[in-house]
């Protein structure tokens, strides 16, 4: 069994913010692949299903970020779930809009969602990264990311969380690097990405 953890904060004014995408992700998981309904339990929500034949457990922490330890610490808890079988789809600035990384344990680089999970179950758990751009200036991080994504920015969005669904039974099966290369090229494909230089179109890079 894994325990899939989407990062974002709860209610409607957040819901189209770029530090929201993790959620997204997670919504979109659960509608593609017939998913239990959404209902609240360890300081957070939850959708039961499978992927490729593995149990999954969808938690989206409504703890607002800088508290998500905490949920996740409560949900791997009952569940006797180690570090190696969480996941966590987080927005990551460091990272050009639409592009993917994925990788376990690493530094916090500020996410507080990401610090906070650290603190109450350990480093050593994944990070499917999910870029969002960098707005230039240190200062301006914060709005960047409590900001909504633009209207040009949606198709992309709504694509990435798409395909990272359609392709999240390869994080099931312990398969991440496959997992990220299938989404880098669905989403060249598709044009989103320059296909000389493999970087998004338009956006932060």
Partial sequence: MRL???????????????????????????????????????????ADGTLDGERITLLKPTTYMNDSGRAVQEAATFYKIGQGDIAVFHDEIELPPAKVRVKVGGGIAGHNGLRSISAHIGNDYLRVRL?????????????????????????WVEALCEIVADNAGLIAKGKDST????????MQAKGFYDNDKGEPKGGNK
């Fill in 4 to 46: 899939f953890v989407g990062l974002g904060n709860p209610g409607a004014k957040y819901q189209g913010n770029r530090h929201n995408i993790g959620f997204m992700a997670l919504d979109e998981i659960a509608r593609r692949h017939g998913f239990s309904p959404w209902r609240r339990r360890f300081q957070g929500e939850t």
């Fill in 131 to 155: 870029g969002v751009g960098h707005p230039g200036i240190k200062e301006l991080v914060h709005g960047h990311v409590l900001g909504d994504f633009a209207k040009s920015e949606r198709p």
């Fill in 179 to 186: 997992f990220a290369n299938k989404v880098h090229l669905a």
